[in-house]
């Protein structure tokens, strides 16, 4: 097994989230979190249902949704928590795609008729959107549908919440609010040695010790092994693919609208993923990339090896 420099786990990486958030014992982590981010417009969540995160469309050829954390209030609105570690297109189109399983599920009760539950969906992101560079004070999006005139609320049960975590640089000294801490420890958690003393309640205190890996079983942390090499194959892969300026060419692609630069950029991250063993469908949902087309890269990655 591998020896680790960092203290407490990664939480960008799939198992490291997971951990933190998505186990039935350390429920109170997220639900402090969801509390701290909505409380202005949902009052006190009580509990929390966790729910099945893989999703079905309505018919067998559809595409599947896989949420990474999906929950249930004792309300019952709806939420969908996603981590997403590298730059995707049309990640905003995704969310959206993904709202609408919560909001169909809704429709299968007897004499149905048609009011709904809210729907949250929060994505945490280690990327910048492109057209956000030039606001790097603004980190959190709030987004609703609303009247383009007079820029009030049309519909307030769909919600969508934006996080882009590489423009929270704020230091340990500089944290004001809740929220401030909570954003800090996801971002720095794996770069921190010890509880500082800002941090020393006992939301905080429960989760240093959760992601404390000294205190991991055998089997723990081999799956945080896997899944911080993925992580880091990934950020790799984007490093190289910067280097030999595929990057550019997605970006140069995206503002002339020229596909052949932003398929490359899916293909170097497949391949990366198709060598860490990733199943078909995360790197489909990671890349944007069909079926057939990570299959072909599949046949060939056995060819060449």
Not at 47 to 53: A, F, G, N, R
Not at 116 to 144: G, N, S
Not at 145 to 153: C, H, M, N, R
Not at 239 to 252: F, H, M, Q, S, V
């Amino acid at each position: 097994m591998a020896e680790f420099t960092e203290r407490y786990i990664n939480p960008f990486t799939d198992y490291g989230f997971k951990k933190l958030f998505g186990e039935e014992p350390n429920k109170d982590l997220l639900l402090d979190f969801l509390n701290v981010l909505l409380q202005e417009e949902q009052g006190e969540i009580i509990d929390l249902t966790y729910l099945k995160s893989e999703h079905l469309g309505t018919g067998e050829l559809d595409r599947k949704a896989i949420f990474d954390l999906y929950c249930e209030n004792e309300r019952g609105e709806k939420f969908i928590v996603e981590l997403q570690k590298t730059k995707q297109n049309f990640f905003k189109d995704r969310t959206v795609y993904y709202s609408t399983f919560p909001i169909r599920e809704q429709a299968k009760r007897a004499d149905w008729n048609y009011e709904l539950k809210a729907v949250y969906t929060i994505a945490i992101l280690d990327f910048v959107f492109d057209e956000d560079k030039q606001d790097p004070a603004k980190f959190r999006y709030d987004i609703k549908l609303s009247d383009t005139e007079t820029k009030e609320v049309f519909y307030d049960k769909l919600t969508f919440i934006y996080l882009e975590m590489p423009k929270f640089n704020k230091t340990i000294e500089e944290l004001e609010t809740r929220f401030d801490k909570w954003l800090y420890v996801i971002r720095n958690l794996n770069r921190l040695d010890k509880v500082p003393e800002k941090l020393r309640e006992r939301v905080f205190e429960k989760l240093f010790e959760t992601a404390e890996i000294a205190k991991f079983t055998p089997e723990q942390i081999r799956s945080y092994e896997d899944s911080l090499k993925y992580y880091r194959d990934m950020k790799n892969s984007l490093d190289t693919a910067r280097e030999e300026g595929l990057l550019e060419g997605i970006e140069k692609g995206i503002e002339k609208g020229i596909e052949k630069g932003i398929e490359e950029g899916k293909m170097v991250v497949a391949v990366e993923m198709i060598k860490a063993k990733e199943p078909l469908e995360k790197i489909m949902r990671f890349t944007g990339l069909s079926r057939e087309q990570v299959e072909e890269l599949k046949t060939n990655q056995r060819n060449h090896s």
